[in-house]
């Protein structure tokens, strides 16, 4: 049986990693949004493992509902992406700067 | 040392550097393949943990649609190839002090709230057999029901956003135009001419 933190530490490593990714890839929201699906894994990894000590499938199904709802996400988010830049010609967050004031 | 922890160690680092590609390579098209990889290798983390019907939906969805829509994106967007910002090791202080914030979080809560926990008081729950599929599918068929079809309501309203935010006119295209059919009145169709002699 491998201990729980294990999972746990690296759930967390891949929860800073896509923290980092957010932080450095600002350039692109393609590779945000991919930082994002990471953060999803690592919260997903979180729900099997506690899950899976204590002896509970409630975490499985919950598991399933984040995937569902994170495939929406993704389609929706792509598809906001696609209008952008059929507008702007970019998809740097940088040049997004509308507001004024 | 067992089998199931080298197999544990050798995925969860294979799973750290494919993340950490993710977010370094400079072509988002490489970044979506080493996202591919990392879904792989932890569809394979999620079997150790018991997890066997999630682990083959996350290949199935995420690897052959998310993915691959990922992907499309990718080609269909003419991105020229940003170069990273030098400024990277300026951040690097913030993301170890995240890491070890949530590490120590998680050591500190979590560990210490299940090592003393009463097992059997939970594990009592609807299990039927010993498929995990079963299993799942009885819980999200009786308990979760409602869930269930509230996921699929959010399955609908995406695909129908992403259709309406994307969906570009053509003018050239002959359609019809079902408001105006339904609100023309009488006096627009027929015109009564008076006082014709015959």
Do not use: H
């Not at chain 1, 933190?5 to 932080?23: C, D, H, K, M, R």
């Not at chain 1, 509970?56 to 994170?70: A, N, R």
């Not at chain 2, 105006?180 to 015109?191: C, H, N």
């Amino acid at each position: 049986m491998i201990p729980i933190s294990y999972y746990l530490i690296l759930s967390t490593i891949i929860f800073a990693i896509s923290i980092a990714g957010i932080f450095l890839n600002r350039k692109n929201i393609l590779v945000l949004l991919m930082s994002l699906e990471l953060m999803f894994l690592s919260v997903n990894f979180n729900l099997i493992t506690l899950g899976n000590y204590l002896g509970d499938l409630t975490g499985q199904v919950f598991v399933f509902f984040v995937l569902t709802v994170v495939a929406a996400e993704s389609a929706i988010g792509l598809a906001l992406l696609i209008v952008l830049f059929r507008n702007k010609k970019t998809i740097d967050v940088d040049d997004l700067s509308e507001l004024k004031g | 040392m067992n089998i199931e922890l080298i197999t544990f160690f050798i995925f969860s680092l294979l799973l750290v550097f494919t993340c950490l590609k993710v977010i370094t390579s400079s072509n988002p098209v490489l970044s979506a393949v080493n996202l591919v990889f990392s879904f792989f290798l932890s569809a394979v983390l999620w079997l150790l943990l018991g997890a066997e019907f999630l682990s083959i939906i996350l290949i199935l969805v995420y690897v052959g649609a998310v993915m691959v829509l990922f992907l499309f994106v990718v080609m269909m967007l003419d991105i020229n190839i940003a170069k990273k910002s030098a400024a990277y090791i300026n951040y690097l202080p913030l993301g170890i002090g995240i890491f070890l914030a949530f590490n120590a979080l998680v050591i500190f809560f979590f560990v210490n709230t299940f090592e003393n926990i009463d097992y059997n008081a939970v594990k009592n729950i609807e299990i039927i057999s010993t498929s995990n599929t079963e299993n799942l599918g009885y819980l999200l068929f009786t308990k979760y029901l409602v869930e269930f079809e509230i996921a699929g309501l959010i399955l609908l309203l995406g695909i129908i956003s992403a259709i309406i935010l994307t969906y570009k006119k053509n003018p050239k295209n002959k359609y019809q135009n079902p408001t105006s059919q339904i609100s023309v009145s009488k006096k627009d169709r027929l015109k009564v001419i008076t006082g014709l002699k015959e």
